[in-house]
């Protein structure tokens, strides 16, 4: 209980300083003595939230910005091509690739942009990439698979 007073001793005496502080802006202000475990209300915004928001956010705007075959295969498709899940053709694997990579780029493409035998999801679940950017990625693993 000491412990308490004495910290909201400490806490009033800071928020003090600052209001007298010159110069301070009151949102700055605000901000600093906003209280620091805020409740979470359903259908309100919460501060948790709002941070976990903050965290995804770029992440989510990198994988739509520029990136490389590369980085698209390892975002996107190597959750399947990987290891080879639901009998998806391995990356490096050329026995698994050789068949396919025999039909031609452009049913590859073509099977890879709508989706394949049920099994392999149109785009292979990247909605945001565009037509170029999938061809790119087969380039990239068949090359990686000959
Ligand atoms: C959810 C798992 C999954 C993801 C993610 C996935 N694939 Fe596939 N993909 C498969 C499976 C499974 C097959 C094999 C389907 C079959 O032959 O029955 C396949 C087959 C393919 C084929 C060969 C099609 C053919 O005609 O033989 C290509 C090309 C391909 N995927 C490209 C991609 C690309 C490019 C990406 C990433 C943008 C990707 N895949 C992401 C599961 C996936």
């Known amino acids: ?15 003090s300083a600052w209001a007298t502080d010159e110069g ?9 003595i906003a209280p620091v475990g805020q409740v979470c209300i359903e259908g309100k915004p919460c501060a948790a939230a709002t941070a976990a928001a903050a965290v995804t ?5 990198a994988s739509t910005a520029t990136r490389t075959p590369e980085q698209l ?18 990356i490096g694997d050329k026995a698994d690739w050789a068949p396919r990579i025999a039909k031609g780029m452009d049913t590859l493409l073509n ?12 785009r292979g679940t990247c909605t945001t990439c565009t037509d170029d950017e999938i061809k790119a990625a087969i380039q990239y ?3 990686k698979s000959r």
Do not use: I, Y
Request: aromatic share 4%; net charge positive; charged share 15%.
């Open 24 to 32: 301070t802006d009151k949102d700055t202000l605000a901000e600093r």
């Open 141 to 143: 693993m068949t090359d």
């Open 73 to 90: 295969v390892q975002q996107v498709c190597s959750g399947c091509h990987g290891s080879g899940v639901m009998g998806a053709p391995k």
């Open 1 to 15: 209980m000491v412990k308490t007073f004495a910290m909201l001793a400490v806490l009033l005496g800071c928020s």
């Open 57 to 61: 956010a770029p992440a989510a705007s």
């Open 111 to 122: 099977h890879a942009l709508n989706g394949f035998n049920n099994k392999m999801p149109p």
